[in-house]
């Protein structure tokens, strides 16, 4: 059959007929906000390269928390910007550190926010990258574990609800994992950035934590995005290792990634809408050439159609409140 017989418009002429047989959502609920938590900042300060995202001091970490909270936000992902960095990062374990102390007053002040922290080396080692250097001067895989775990755990005694380790060394999932359980922490979900790409997308965001590499880059240990075959292994060994909940990063540029995993796992999967995927919209709209709240509410869309049940990005608020003017 074909036309005139079949019409595919006649599904869309009416709008009250479109809203019946829409299928994707998006929801407050499933929004993650990562949030900069900044060590001896007096008072909160715009990232430059991030219209409408802040770098905020530990004190009034709770407000933007607070402000997202009541339009139905309800978690949030944690990155700490510290004033001093070691080489090897073990400063990001420290029970005082710029995020514990986040949590604790976020705590303090929004007793029901759900409190993931972001679990990576790069913001605390004085070389910037996500692991610490072996004697080759290259990033060894191994001795970075023991101190990914302790920094996951010092999160998690704070009081974090959910750690998501973004650093993407081999066997951090499972070293997370089996300290958190011996320490009896067993019922801390983690979230794995799985397959994570050595993305440009970036960009903005090592402006935001001050963790671009001194010298050389991430592609020694963030994924090839040239290469499609790896994703599915990378996914399969973070479940296995423990992970709850599996993440593809970047979002709009990952979208057949996504669509693959979907396919292949049944656990919750989440994709981060990155700091250059939020600057390019952001950026487009302040010279008039796209329409904001339209192109963030069609990527978010695309991302859940793909697959995504959590969606992390720092449109969260703001699509919350959307969301709400729309239902009006
Ligand atoms: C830490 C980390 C990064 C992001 C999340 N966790 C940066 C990186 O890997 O260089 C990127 C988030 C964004 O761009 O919004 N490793």
């Known amino acids: 059959m074909s036309f005139p017989v079949q019409r595919p418009r006649r599904l869309r002429q009416d709008s ?9 959502s998006v929801e407050p609920q499933q929004l993650i906000y990562p949030l900069f938590v900044v060590e001896d900042l007096e008072k909160p300060r715009e990232i430059a390269a991030m219209p409408g995202q802040m770098h905020w001091p530990v004190s009034r970490i709770h407000e933007p928390v607070a402000a997202a909270m009541k339009n ?3 978690a949030f992902i944690l990155f700490g910007v510290p004033s001093a960095k070691n080489p090897d990062g073990s400063c990001a374990a420290r029970p005082d550190s710029v995020v514990c102390e986040a949590i604790r007053n ?35 895989n191994d001795s970075s574990l023991a101190l990914l775990a302790n920094m996951a ?12 380790p973004s650093d993407m060394m081999d066997g951090r999932v499972g070293a997370i994992r089996r300290l958190l359980d011996a320490e009896g922490f067993s019922q801390v979900p983690i979230m794995a950035y799985s397959a994570k790409y050595a993305s440009s997308f970036y960009g903005p965001f090592r402006e935001a934590a001050g963790s671009a590499p001194g010298k050389g ?14 994703a599915m ?37 989440a994709v981060y809408q990155v700091s250059g995927e939020y600057s390019m919209i952001k950026a487009a709209a302040e010279k008039g ?5 339209l192109v963030a509410l069609e990527s978010l869309i695309a991302m859940r159609r ?23």
Do not use: N
């Open 16 to 24: 009250r007929l479109r809203k019946m047989i829409r299928q994707i």
């Open 289 to 293: 050439w796209v329409d904001e709240r």
């Open 72 to 74: 139905g936000v309800e």
């Open 306 to 328: 793909a697959g995504a049940d959590l969606i992390l990005t720092y449109f969260a608020p703001q699509v919350a409140q959307w969301l709400k003017e729309e239902k009006k």
């Open 217 to 230: 880059d991430r592609r020694g240990y963030q994924m090839d995005f040239a290469v499609g075959r790896d």
């Open 153 to 164: 755990l010092a999160h998690v005694k704070a009081g974090a609800d959910m750690v998501a």
């Open 106 to 140: 976020i705590r303090q002040h929004c007793s029901e926010a759900y409190i993931i922290t972001d679990v990576c080396l790069c913001a605390y080692t004085t070389h910037g990258h996500c692991g610490v250097l072996g004697a080759c001067g290259c990033v060894d």
């Open 233 to 269: 292994t990378e996914l399969q060994l973070d479940l296995e290792e423990g992970a709850d909940i599996l993440m593809v990063k970047p979002g709009i540029a990952y979208l057949d990634i996504l669509a693959e995993a979907r396919r292949q796992f049944s656990c919750p999967l």
